[in-house]
């Protein structure tokens, strides 16, 4: 190899590392910059602590990436700052899937059920700091166990997603008619 040729491989080697290095350094922080995240696209129709229907998708205008047409969806933008927040369904007697799958502030899950985790024909879950957890527990009775589950949120503000199945086009009131049981509010620290 002349000179030269070493050169101009060692010019092209440098290049390829300063790019991909821009490259990931880029992905990495995009996150980060995004002001147009899931938590912000939902906050412009879904008041906080309160379950809200999600518009069903259209072509080219979607609120969230990757929605499935046949999945009717709900959300629950959730605030932990002034107490614990409680998302309950009712699934006694409901037919059909019922999914819903926790996220943080910035959009990465850190918990997803199905009616299938129900218990008594219900799916409870309080939201809640560390703090309330344990303000919480102090109230639980030693002879009775709590009955929901309890989720530490790993930001103060986060969102449910709530999916309801429509197996056919004739499916979708009776997929709308599962996301009616949704109850999404903030509570006091106290047994319920």
Known sequence: MSDRTLGW???????LVVAGL??????LALPHVATRDSYARLATIAQTN?????????????LLPMQDP???RG????????????????????DGLLT???????GASFYATTDRGGVRGRIDVVLLTQNQLEALEALDSE??????????APTREGFVLI???????????????????????????RRQ
Do not use: K
């Not at 491989?9 to 440098?14: D, E, G, R, T, V």
């Not at 821009?22 to 992905?27: A, F, L, P």
């Not at 959300?75 to 006694?92: K, L, Q, T």
């Not at 819903?100 to 910035?106: A, Q």
């Open 100 to 106: 819903l799958s926790f996220h943080d502030r910035r």
């Open 50 to 62: 309160r379950f809200t229907p999600l518009p069903s998708p259209v072509p080219g205008a979607e």
């Open 75 to 94: 959300v629950c933008r959730y605030d932990v700052n002034n107490g614990p927040v409680r998302v309950r369904a009712e699934i006694a007697g409901v």
């Open 163 to 189: 999916g309801s199945l429509a197996l056919d086009p004739g499916d979708f009131d009776a997929a709308r008619g599962r996301l009616s049981s949704i109850s999404c509010a903030q509570e006091n620290l």
């Open 9 to 15: 491989f060692i010019y092209l080697l440098a290049v």
């Open 22 to 27: 821009v490259h990931i350094v880029t992905i």
């Open 143 to 152: 002879d009775e166990p709590p009955q929901e589950l309890r989720l530490l």
């Open 70 to 72: 046949a999945v009717v």
